[in-house]
């Protein structure tokens, strides 16, 4: 696996890419790109870190699985090319949001939009879980949540919201509610003001909110 990622987050994770873990999972990966269909594309796997520098970030969105069918995934948790039909969570977001979201622009603003796995076997959700991309993703919040302050962290169902458990609710805001996906919208996702939230608390530190 190519490490195509942004020099700033290279260098600061250069440490957790030495690890055994990661070579074995850079094998997997590779092996997994040769012999089969694979998204997002090989360029877009660290298109989140490309997208959104470290020292820009101002949230993070947790997302757990890339999408697994052809031309949706592109590296960023949610976000799908506008030629492509909406999945129904993100569609969720933008009722929510009240408009239709653009996620691209949210990424360039400071949002960073992150899958726990990073990349997925056509038509097999879930197919690379536990291979450990869960371990980088780990160690990439865990350095966002103890080298900076301030950051709003949005942990959409108990999967992020596990995943997010060690963030220190003294430095940073946590939001938690239900994913928006279909199954779990009306227990708690619509209504939560997640966008709205993070903004008012970004103002309240003298961080330049995010155009949602």
Partial sequence: MELNIDIAWKTRLQEEFKKPYFKELSAFVANAYESGVVYPPAEKIFEAFNRTAFDNVKVVIIGQDP?????????????????????????????????????????????????????????????????????????????????????????????????GAFIDRTRHLVIESAHPSPLSTYRGFFGSKPFSRANAYMLEHGIKPIEW
Wanted: net charge negative; charged share 20%; aromatic share 10%.
């Fill in 67 to 163: 999408y697994h069918e052809k031309g949706q995934a592109q590296g960023l948790s949610f976000y799908v090319p506008p030629d492509i039909p909406t999945p129904p969570s993100l569609r969720n977001i933008a009722t929510e949001l009240g408009k239709t979201p653009d996620l691209l622009s949210w990424a360039d603003q400071g949002v960073l939009l992150l899958n726990a796995t990073l990349t997925v076997a056509e038509h097999q959700a879930a197919s690379h879980k536990g291979k450990g991309w869960e371990k980088f993703t780990d160690a990439v919040i865990n350095l966002l949540a103890t080298e900076r302050e301030n950051l709003v962290f949005i942990l959409w169902g108990s999967y992020a919201q596990k995943k």
